[in-house]
């Protein structure tokens, strides 16, 4: 199983997953299949090899190249059946419609009627495969109430399991509570996200770790995990490098909202049941993101330009 991470818009990732015997691929969070989020340094796509725990196959292209999901799938010599959508909010979705126009057949799951161009709404707990490929369906409400999650696995390898988490679950932190209690929320983190194996790899939906991180520490400053973390995000933020993945093991040592539990984190949210606990934390990390410097009308809109979401007016 290869695992092709995907920049797109301001600091979304989708994700390319590939059976590497029947050459059948998956596609997960399709944002815009038409055009990617170019980094600096004209690094557009980097493919994480599970087993060796390093990227391969850099892409260098020039940062205008209007890089295309399609693209990638082409030079990859692959077939793509399927979209797995995390949730329904555009910068997830967006795309799936474009994608299915252009690929006839294609199939695009997920749990939320609400989905882009869905075909089949998938149920907690059901189970896909491709090829020697097995995804379980989890569904994750907090961030929104159809979340959905996936956790791969590959017959008779040595690579660890992957869970492809999209707003559910972050490095370090997790999406926005939206529509769902906290007690359902904590659920989906601590009791559904939080037991799956140590080694699974965290595929999240969102570049936010180094805001997640500092989050982090102002809840546990004497976290030398966080701290550790967060030294190497910015190593990796300077060299224009994706934080993706993380592992669950490290996820539970410096992500709040994976240790409601501990004591320090019921200390900071002076509560101490774990709903409550994550609660008070969703509050306060609002707080700490609005503490930032928004973006300006403009520059939302030259963004929104260069992603395709406005059109140049047509000359009269």
Known sequence: MKVKVIPVLEDNYMYLVIEEHTREAVAVDVAVPK?????????????WRPNTGSYLDHLHLPNSHPF?????VGREGVSLTTVLTTHHHWDHARGNTELARLLPGLVVLGAD????ALTRRLAHGEELRFGAIHVRCLLTPGHTLGHMSYFLWEDECLDPPAVFSGDALSVAGCGSRLETTAQQMYHSLVETLGTLPPETKVFCGHEHTLGNLEFAQKVEPWNNHVKAKLSWAKKRDEDDVPTVPSTLGEELLYNPFLRVAEEPVRKFTGKVAPAEVLEVLCRERASFERAAEPLQPQARALLALQWGLLSMPRPK
């Open 35 to 47: 055009r990617a989020r170019p980094l600096p340094g004209a690094l557009c796509t980097r493919a």
């Open 68 to 72: 295309q999901l399609l693209e990638i």
């Open 113 to 116: 009627e609400r989905i882009c």
